[in-house]
Structures are given as structure tokens and as C-alpha cells.
T-cell receptor
Framework: GQNIDQPTEMTATEGAIVQINCTYQ??????LFWYQQHAGEAPTFLSY????GLEEKGRFSSFLSRSKGYSYLLLKELQMKDSASYLC???????FGTGTQLKVEL | EAQVTQNPRYLITVTGKKLTVTCSQN?????MSWYRQDPGLGLRQIYY???????DKGDVPEGYKVSRKEKRNFPLILESPSPNQTSLYFC?????????????FGDGTRLSIL
């Protein structure tokens, strides 16, 4: 199967660092996507990890461990505009799940 | 500009009145799909298409139809809409599903069925 587990909600302070974890039970897939979705808007692509390790892209980094079925999205220097839902999904996933709702506070 | 365009963006209609939501992409993508998003349930796939004339059911296909007569267009058809189809709908496309290409989403269509 392709069960995905993410925390439902997280709260962090502007300027801080937050790590959003994603665990999954799957087989035969290649990599993992992360998307960002602001309320009422379309999801937008953030990152795709195809190999194990850390991929850095500006303030956002994503990590993947295929053997452990584990990934995380790391957001640094948080800004208010980072308040959104963050979705992890393997390629070809039919249903994304509810994602993690991140709230950034002053 | 590369984009996925959905129309209409908003629609309020009544039960049983057939409607079509159009979706068009200008990126020559092979893979297109439709999702609905409801509070607490996340994004659920309705139908997808691997290429022209190739469509398949997603997770929640009941009450919907699709067609893929041209590569760029993938309309979603509700033959007899019902209130439980009130939702936010997204169309998405990607270069190739098998290669793990990211999906590009349209801006969404908010449907209210009374």
C-alpha cells in the first residue's frame, strides 16, 4: 500500500526553523514529492527527492531515506507567508492526504 | 507562460443540471488528472489520463465522467450533479506519471450544487 503519515498541524514562530516529517509504507516507487498549498489555492511543487539524502533549495530543504520510509521538509527563517499546508506524496499517488497545516506566528 | 487553465472558477448550480468543467494545458503534457478537495479529506483523485483516448478511474470516480480527445484538454463532466459533489476541484498535468514528474495544478473550480 501507500499509506502516508504526516502530523495534522504544526505551529512555529517567524524566523525559526521547522521540520515537517512524512512516513510512508510503500514499495516499488521512486522518490517523494513535497507540495505547498495555501488555503483555497492550488498546490505548488516544492521538491522531489529521488535519491537518499538532503536536497537544499533556498530556505527549503527536503530529506529522503527510502530504506526507512521516511522524509522531512525543513523550512528555515520562517516567514508569515509560509503558513500553508504541506503535502508529501510518492510519484503516481492517487490521493494526497490532508497534509500538514503549518501556522507561522509572530 | 506554462499553465493549466480551468473554467469556470466558480459555479453555483442545481441538482441534476449537467455541467462541464474544462481543463486545458499548454505544456504538451501526457498525464492529466482531476482531484476534488474537501475539508479534512485532502486531495482525492477522481480520474486520470495517461494520454489521448486513455482514461482511468481514480479514488473517487462515482458521478463523474471525463474524456481525452486531444492532448491539451481534459474536461470533467457531471451528468447529474448532486449536493455531495459540492467541492473544490483541481485539474493537474505532468509530463509523464511514470517518471515522477511534478504535477502542475490549475487554479481550482469551486462548485456548489444546491
Amino acid at each position: 500500500g501507500q499509506n502516508i503519515d504526516q502530523p495534522t498541524e504544526m505551529t512555529a514562530t517567524e524566523g525559526a526553523i521547522v521540520q515537517i516529517n512524512c512516513t510512508y509504507q510503500t514499495s516499488g516507487f521512486n522518490g517523494l514529492f513535497w507540495y505547498q498549498q495555501h488555503a483555497g489555492e492550488a498546490p505548488t511543487f516544492l521538491s522531489y527527492n529521488v535519491l537518499d539524502g538532503l536536497e537544499e533549495k533556498g530556505r527549503f530543504s527536503s530529506f529522503l531515506s527510502r530504506s526507512k520510509g521516511y522524509s522531512y521538509l525543513l523550512l528555515k527563517e520562517l516567514q508569515m507567508k509560509d503558513s500553508a499546508s504541506y503535502l508529501c506524496a510518492p510519484p503516481g499517488k492517487l490521493t494526497f492526504g490532508t497534509g500538514t497545516q503549518l501556522k507561522v506566528e509572530l | 507562460e506554462a499553465q493549466v487553465t480551468q473554467n469556470p472558477r466558480y459555479l453555483i448550480t442545481v441538482t441534476g443540471k449537467k455541467l462541464t468543467v474544462t481543463c486545458s494545458q499548454n505544456m504538451n503534457h501526457e498525464y492529466m488528472s482531476w482531484y476534488r478537495q474537501d475539508p479534512g479529506l485532502g486531495l482525492r483523485q477522481i480520474y486520470y489520463s495517461m494520454n489521448v483516448e486513455v482514461t482511468d478511474k481514480g479514488d473517487v470516480p462515482e458521478g463523474y465522467k471525463v474524456s481525452r480527445k486531444e492532448k491539451r484538454n481534459f474536461p470533467l463532466i457531471l451528468e447529474s450533479p448532486s449536493p455531495n459533489q459540492t467541492s473544490l476541484y483541481f485539474c493537474a498535468s505532468s509530463l509523464d506519471r511514470a517518471l515522477g514528474q511534478p504535477q502542475h495544478f490549475g487554479d481550482g473550480t469551486r462548485l456548489s450544487i444546491l
